[in-house]
């Protein structure tokens, strides 16, 4: 037992397991982007088609007058959760102490939708916490701190376990911000290709039913919800209600923009094609202004890098041979 403890608090043991570790993750990751990148479109229309099929349910049922009823059926996503984690959440009651009216459009602007994703989320929030002062605490008892006292690890753990209680909160922003910015880099190629779809005579559902599909090599996000705009233009009552949708689960001003002056031509009967073509436009402006925007903070950015790395580079190679020759001379005259 003692060597046993001596080999797992051992520095070479540990840092050999950890390099172990970072070698495995690295070929794990690796190994997973070139298996499973070809799928992940894929992996994403199916998504949307079962949220499709969900929102088609919901309406039969609405037109039936049963809606929100015992025997409406459950979609996929649904029944996907596991079950000890709804046990969970349900035990505890996780949805008064971390849910609020917000909870759910966070997740949408991340990606997840649906009650399994609810119900993770609210599970991870309560148990990454745990996890990490247990983990924490054995380590900082066996490995680090093993001659400390125990309620002196227990303090240590405890405040690794309060700061993991933001861990999941820092990670749904994280995919927010990437999944904001796919859509933010397609968004106006997208729109371009939804006026010239309208300006040839399809209207707005065809129109945006084609673009999702041509937009999707470059964002699969923002193929994901023009797809699921489409539904909803094709199942929802109201149309100003699949472009709010829109521009409320993408969190884009410029999203949002282009669906009020869609919605301004729906409710008034003005031209359509008139409304996207000053969007585009403005869309075109707005991403040249950023370009230059983003071209003209270049030189400052490179004066710390250029100072720093460059010039004593440059110093050193103009002065260099002036300082040997110096050294050079003083030495024959010393030693004549």
Known sequence: MENLVATLTNTQFLIAVLAAVAAAAVVFSIGATFFSGGSQMR????RVALEREKMRAEEMARLRGSAGGADQPRSIRQAAGRDYMKNVVERFSLEKAFMDENTAEKLSRAGYRGQAAMTTYLFLRFATPVVL???TFTYFSF???SDKPLWLNAVYALGIGLLGAYLPNLLLKNQTVKRQQSI???????LDLVL???EAGMSVEHALKRVAKEIGAQSIALSEELTLTTAE?????DRTRAYENLGRRTGLDNVKSVMQALIQAERHGTSVGSALRVMAEEGREARMMEAEKKAASLPPKLTVPLIVFFLPVLFIVILSPAMIRVFS????NGGG
């Open 133 to 135: 002062f247990v983990l």
């Open 196 to 198: 010239l779809c309208v």
């Open 43 to 46: 992996q994403r229309i199916k």
């Open 143 to 145: 490995a680090i701190f």
């Open 233 to 237: 233009l094709a199942f929802l009552e």
């Open 329 to 332: 001379n003083s030495f024959i």
């Open 184 to 190: 933010k880099r397609s968004w106006p190629d997208a």
